[in-house]
T-cell receptor, first 113, second 107 residues
Framework: ETGVTQTPRHLVMGMTNKKSLKCEQHLGHNAMYWYKQSAKKPLELMFVYSLEERVENNSVPSRFSPECPNSSHLFLHLHTLQPEDSALYLCASSLGGSGREQYFGPGTRLTVT | EDQVTQSPEALRLQEGESSSLNCSYTVSGLRGLFWYRQDPGKGPEFLFTLYSAGEEKEKERLKATLTKKESFLHITAPKPEDSATYLC????????FGRGTSLIVHP
């Protein structure tokens, strides 16, 4: 497998469920990102893990919790989500921090019912 | 205040009809200006990085240029397969994406 992969590709969950999104990069990069893409809105950065440092967008609700066990794997843990959290969640990686080009996965389409 | 503003929001071209997409950005703390292409249902695909005013980069029918406050993505003689949303990204401690320009090229 090459590039950046994400699983699952589609997820439907109720507001009381707990689920996790997984991302894996096979590019030898050392920074990984989670983005949210909602209809008619620009991509919104949620979290960055770079050189073992975590940066988060302060507007992200605590019901989203990231985990980065190593430089190749990234998770987004979801719990008690709201319908407005329905969106495409994209993972990306880069060699170096936010001043470098990013390579994106195909995304997970999340629907909260 | 938006840090990245793209125009037009949507653009329809005939095959072979050249045009330009615009991206204006705030300069403070800039760590590069990036262009990506996004097809429906897919993640963005990296196209170009520009770091200094006057810099230009080309790839097939696309050329990206950078001034002190704007970047342009020029599309020369586009083909239907160039249809996509083109995203401008301000590189910074927290990267900022524009809303994109949706390009449709009719055969």
């Amino acid at each position: 497998e090459t590039g950046v992969t994400q699983t699952p590709r589609h997820l439907v969950m109720g507001m009381t469920n707990k689920k996790s999104l997984k991302c894996e990069q096979h590019l030898g990069h050392n920074a990984m990102y989670w983005y949210k893409q909602s209809a008619k809105k620009p991509l919104e950065l949620m979290f960055v893990y770079s050189l073992e440092e975590r940066v988060e967008n302060n507007s992200v609700p605590s019901r989203f919790s990231p985990e980065c066990p190593n430089s190749s794997h990234l998770f987004l843990h979801l719990h008690t989500l709201q319908p407005e959290d329905s969106a495409l969640y994209l993972c990306a990686s880069s060699l170096g921090g936010s001043g470098r080009e990013q390579y994106f996965g195909p995304g997970t389409r999340l629907t909260v019912t | 205040e938006d840090q990245v503003t793209q125009s037009p929001e949507a653009l329809r071209l005939q095959e072979g009809e050249s045009s330009s997409l615009n991206c204006s950005y705030t300069v403070s703390g800039l760590r590069g200006l990036f262009w990506y292409r996004q097809d429906p249902g897919k993640g963005p695909e990296f196209l170009f990085t520009l770091y200094s005013a006057g810099e230009e980069k080309e790839k097939e029918r696309l050329k990206a240029t950078l001034t002190k406050k704007e970047s342009f993505l020029h599309i020369t003689a586009p083909k239907p397969e160039d249809s996509a949303t083109y995203l401008c990204v301000r590189g910074s401690y927290i990267p900022t994406f524009g809303r994109g320009t949706s390009l449709i090229v009719h055969p």
